[in-house]
């Protein structure tokens, strides 16, 4: 889903997609739909 809405995973990205699996199906896609990049970047990499 990252791929379709930013058109591209790259470094920083990637770099969150393990806090992302982490969070359940249906509020992962919430999630990647809802926030802009710089949002869930910022949610997320706190996480790390």
Known sequence: M???KFGAV???LAE???G???VP???QAQLIWQL???E????FSRDL
């Open 25 to 27: 199906p249906l509020e």
């Open 36 to 38: 802009s990049r710089e």
């Open 10 to 12: 790259d470094a920083e």
């Open 16 to 18: 969150i997609i393990d």
């Open 20 to 22: 992302l699996i982490a």
């Open 2 to 4: 990252l791929q379709v």
């Open 40 to 43: 869930l970047l910022a949610r």
